[in-house]
């Protein structure tokens, strides 16, 4: 699945809400000042994604991406009910990892530039 557009309707610390959809291919890096709403940005993925993120906390979050079989998947978060649609038409949530591991699947800037290893890259 590769992330299109992400709509921010209602998350805790954001107002007024906001979409992006302008995702590319690959890896996305997101910068911005303190408080700009980078994290934020994360926790609204999350949101739409796993049942379990964001509980009880009026989130209306919606997150479109590109199948690998070529369709469009939609999660769409509203409280506390997540479901998901195949080219519009409701389906079971795609395998993802567990929400334990998210945080294995994250990486933030100083992990990209930290040198433990001595390449300078």
Not at 53 to 76: C, N, P, S, Y
Not at 105 to 110: H, I, K, N, S
Request: hydrophobic fraction near 35%; aromatic fraction near 6%.
């Amino acid at each position: 699945m590769r992330l299109r557009r992400l709509q921010i309707d209602r998350l805790p610390g954001i107002r007024p809400g906001f979409s992006l959809d302008d995702f590319t291919p690959g890896v996305n890096v997101v910068v911005g000042p303190n408080a700009s709403g980078k994290s934020s940005l994360l926790r609204a993925l999350r949101a739409a994604l796993y049942r379990d993120e964001q509980r009880h906390e009026g989130v209306h979050v919606e997150a479109t991406f590109d199948d690998d079989a070529g369709g469009t998947l939609t999660a769409a978060r509203i409280g506390d009910d997540l479901h998901w649609q195949r080219d519009g038409v409701r389906i079971e949530a795609p395998p993802l990892p567990e929400h334990r591991f998210v945080s294995c699947y994250t990486l933030g800037v100083e992990d990209l530039l930290d040198d433990d290893h001595g390449t300078d890259t």
